[in-house]
Nanobody
Framework: QVQLVESGGGLVQPGGSLRLSCAASGIIFSIDTMAWHRQVPAKQRELVATVTGYSLTNYADSVKGRFTISRDNAKNTVYLQMNSLKPEDTAVYYC???????????????WGQGTQVTVSS
């Protein structure tokens, strides 16, 4: 059983910063790409940023230059540093990881439960 647990969400004023964390636990052989997505009510989930096992990163145009994704492989953890936050960044943020639970296993996608980020004055 694999679990992803997010933390770090909350209420912040426009222009402020937050750092989200997502730790994977359980039976883990290896972790491939890790990512952050976000979703607002009545809209599709949006990919925010990804980081590969070699720490190659990619970002949605809406967050480039403001958000930074990183990972600590020793801790099976992915982070999202969010700076210069805007009201339109308000959403539930979900982490996602492609994980292999044994050498012979396929990569399977796992999701966290989500953490609310609200940007408002």
């Amino acid at each position: 059983q694999v679990q992803l647990v997010e933390s770090g969400g909350g209420l912040v004023q426009p222009g402020g910063s937050l750092r989200l964390s997502c730790a994977a636990s359980g039976i883990i052989f290896s972790i491939d790409t890790m990512a952050w997505h976000r979703q607002v009510p009545a809209k599709q989930r949006e990919l925010v940023a990804t980081v590969t096992g070699y720490s190659l990163t990619n970002y949605a145009d809406s967050v480039k230059g403001r958000f930074t994704i990183s990972r600590d492989n020793a801790k099976n953890t992915v982070y999202l540093q969010m700076n210069s936050l805007k009201p339109e960044d308000t959403a539930v943020y979900y982490c996602n990881a492609r994980i292999r639970t044994s050498r012979s296993d396929y990569l399977n996608a796992y999701w966290g439960q989500g953490t609310q980020v609200t940007v408002s004055s």
